[in-house]
């Protein structure tokens, strides 16, 4: 990977060398998939059929898989996989059941109690991506939440033909809607609903630059009320490395996540030009027996190592750039966490790599990417929830609240809201003559 030393570059190269390739959004990308959307709505069904033969290649009778399908397919998942899965959904489930909302009952002032609840939201769509890498961990990332939470109604979506593995997590997870469909139109028909696929309250999952655009056209789509879970770019890891690292350790949690896709980045920093130059070594060694090198030598020609002073250094070049994930592989890597304000998820010491938490740690490897996670959060069961205020007041507390309501309201100039103060007020004041 190209080296850089941080000292020596001016604050406009050191912005330049932290810079991502441009996210989706170009005109020819947004036409497209809002044609998508608008032919999904209009031609239901239908279009998702038409779609499918498009861009799959496969003509379908029915969108929804039935009960015998899924049976027919969990069969054939091998005892290997389901044994693997059943230890990631162990750990999945005992983190996120952890995260249980506790509510807030709080009395302000006398008379005056206020409460925070939280409740989960009814109907969510979860997107499963297929295609070379059938993403069945993130089944078990949105799935098992999306129960824990006790979503009513919890739809999968996935480009067809599904992989077996991926229905087996499915029904593992509690999963009972399986839909045969992908891309932009799956989001669409998420949406806004057709005859088959039912509309949703939230979608959930990751996917390609289609997927990504088609999610944030219909979270404004005046046609539907949906939300996503959050903004998504190309996956990205960046690793702080000391000259106690372990370079063979360090170059394969690098290539892990440059194998995500072509426009996938990996960043290293290093206060070790030692180290740095191993790993280079290491990268070229490791790289050529993968399977997809292709796609991870198109990633590390994107992708940077980054000569720093000093750890403390390093983790200030990190919160500028704002990892996806963070693995920090030092000698005392638990010292520097304290400084860390932004990254997805951290991994923490040499036996950490980032594949624990894409598959079976506990962790969700939903998770933000671009720099998006200086405010974004990782995903957890609060995102399949809801939360809501509520306030109940007595008359004493009504009458000790009143002045300070009705003139802020007044100062505000909205009348109204101070006559709905005043008109109780006049009414107690007659109750008590």
């Not at 604050?11 to 020819?28: N, T, W």
């Not at 389901?82 to 249980?100: C, G, L, P, T, V």
């Not at 979270?219 to 903004?231: E, Y």
């Not at 206060?271 to 590390?300: C, F, G, H, M």
Request: aromatic share 4%; proline share 4%; net charge negative.
């Amino acid at each position: 990977m190209t080296q850089l030393i941080w000292s020596q570059l001016d604050p406009k190269q050191q912005a330049q060398a932290l810079r991502r390739s441009p996210l989706v959004g170009d005109a020819g990308l947004e036409q497209s998939v809002k044609q998508i959307i608008n032919t999904v709505a209009d031609q239901g069904d239908e279009a998702l059929k038409q779609y499918s033969a498009q861009f799959d290649g496969i003509t379908l009778d029915d969108i929804a898989l039935s009960n015998d399908e899924i049976d027919t397919a969990c069969e054939r998942v091998s005892a290997e996989i389901k044994q693997a899965i059943s230890q990631a959904m162990d750990n999945i489930e005992r983190f996120h059941s952890a995260q249980q909302f506790r509510g807030v009952d709080v009395q302000t002032q006398p008379g005056i109690r206020c409460e925070l609840r939280s409740e989960a939201i009814e109907k969510v769509g979860l997107y499963i991506p297929g295609g070379t890498a059938p993403l069945i961990s993130t089944v078990l990332m949105l799935a098992l939440p999306a129960k824990i939470a006790g979503c009513e109604q919890r739809v999968l979506v996935s480009p067809p033909p599904i992989n077996d593995a991926i229905i087996y997590a499915a029904k593992a997870c509690g999963i009972t809607e399986i839909y045969q469909v992908g891309g932009a139109q799956a989001i669409a028909a998420l949406a806004l609903g057709t005859e088959s696929v039912p509309s949703v309250d939230k979608i959930f999952g990751p996917g390609n630059r289609y997927v990504t655009e088609a999610k944030r056209l219909v979270s404004q789509d005046s046609r539907c009320v949906v939300s996503i879970d959050m903004p998504a770019g190309p996956s990205e890891v960046l690793v702080i490395a000391d000259e106690q690292a372990n370079a063979q350790f360090v170059a394969a949690d690098l290539l892990s996540q440059a194998e995500h896709g072509s426009d996938s980045q990996v960043i290293l920093v290093t206060n070790s030009q030692r180290l740095a130059d191993e790993v280079d070594a290491e990268l070229s060694r490791q790289l050529k027996a993968l399977p997809r090198q292709d796609i991870a030598t198109d990633a590390l020609s994107a992708s940077r190592t980054i000569i720093v002073d000093s750890l403390n250094q390093a983790v200030a070049v990190s919160n500028l750039y704002g990892p996806e994930h963070l693995i920090v592989q030092t000698e005392n890597p638990r010292a520097l966490l304290s400084q860390i304000r932004a990254a997805g998820s951290v991994f923490l010491g040499a036996y950490t790599p980032e594949s624990v938490g894409d598959y079976a740690s506990g962790t969700n490897h939903v998770l933000p990417t671009y720099g998006y996670s200086r405010a974004v959060s990782s995903l957890s069961l609060a995102d399949f929830c809801r939360r809501f205020t509520v306030q109940e007041l007595s008359e004493q507390g009504l009458i000790s609240l009143s002045q300070s309501v009705m003139v802020l309201a007044q100062a505000e100039q909205l009348d109204a809201h101070k006559n709905a103060i005043a008109v109780r007020v006049n009414a107690i004041a007659e109750q008590e003559k």
